[in-house]
């Protein structure tokens, strides 16, 4: 199956910073990239929905301002945590979807972060 | 609204024996269904799919769903289990008209040696 790599897989830093998140399809376009977010012992939430070229669209409840998405080219999207509070700590996990086998989304293997 | 449900929170099953994982579903008009397996600390991995065609549905690892309409079921089964197999596991349907996915709250899959 097609490749999904996320990095970095674990940040720790302090309140106040901000953190950047990339997700990269290895070997396939991505027009659409999405964020999840997951907190221990429960399932993903969608955060939002990352778009090739245009404004990254967020599902309710998620501060656009709060976490920034780029998705400048067909293979990589960013997810940026800014001024990041303990509160911000999660599992987050992108994935992409495979214009080849469009129904299909590849995940990359998620990156945990912990502010201090 | 659609939505996905995983009634157990923890399945345990003895190695070698055969597994089965549920789900059921609440969607408008025909449904895209998922599985999906996520191993600690990782990403999603995906197992299978369900879009059209054939109810059973053969995917990666020797798993397979069985798609069922009148029960709104799309349960995981495997003839015989590994310990390997032990993991945390997902269905998800697609959300009509959109790519996003919405996800049950996860099944822990047990196998004991």
């Known amino acids: 199956g097609a490749v999904v790599s996320q990095h970095p897989s674990r940040v720790i830093c302090k309140s106040g910073t901000s953190v950047k998140i990339e997700c990269r399809s290895l070997?396939?376009?991505?027009?659409?990239m999405f964020w999840y977010r997951q907190f221990p012992k429960q399932s993903l939430m969608l955060m939002a929905t990352s778009n090739e070229g245009s404004k990254a669209t967020y599902e309710q409840g998620v501060e656009k301002d709060k976490f920034l998405i780029n998705h400048a080219s067909l293979t990589l999207s960013t997810l940026t945590v800014t001024s990041a509070h303990p509160e911000d700590s999660s599992f987050y996990i992108c994935?992409?979807?495979?214009?080849?086998?469009?129904?299909?989304?590849?995940f990359g293997a998620g990156t945990r972060l912990s502010v201090l | 609204a659609q939505s996905v449900a995983q009634p157990e929170d923890q399945v345990n099953v003895a190695e070698g024996n055969p597994l089965t994982v549920k789900c059921t579903y609440s969607v408008s008009g025909n449904p895209y269904l998922f599985w999906y397996v996520q191993y600690p600390n990782r990403g999603l991995q995906f197992l299978l799919k369900y879009i059209t065609g054939d109810n059973l549905v053969k995917g990666s690892y020797g798993f397979e769903a069985e798609f069922n309409k009148s029960q709104t079921s799309f349960h995981l089964k495997k003839p015989s289990a590994l310990v390997s197999d032990s993991a945390l596991y997902f269905c998800a349907v697609r959300k009509l008209g959109t790519d996003k996915l919405i996800f049950g709250t996860g099944t822990r899959l047990q196998v004991f040696p």
């Open positions: 994935s992409a979807r495979d214009l080849e086998a469009k129904n299909i989304q590849y």
């Open positions: 070997d396939f376009q991505a027009t659409t």
